[in-house]
């Protein structure tokens, strides 16, 4: 089986851009237990640095995530 990780930053990552929806999608995912753990803080701060562009929200994001892990 592939790993995750893998698997989901080459869907976020195939076009090169972080969209709105992926957005969405990784916010329901990755909060869906009230809980960020550092490897998926990590995960987004990986996508973002790889990507070729980004919408703000994914900032958002990250911001809203770096807050639930302290």
Known sequence: MAEWR???KAF???DGHISQKEVTVL???ILADDHVSKSELDFLHEIKA???SAVQ???DLI???EAKLK
């Open 57 to 59: 929200l994914l900032d």
């Open 6 to 8: 893998k698997v989901a």
């Open 12 to 14: 976020a990552l195939a």
């Open 50 to 52: 790889d990507a070729k």
């Open 63 to 65: 911001a809203d995530c």
């Open 27 to 29: 916010r329901e995912q």
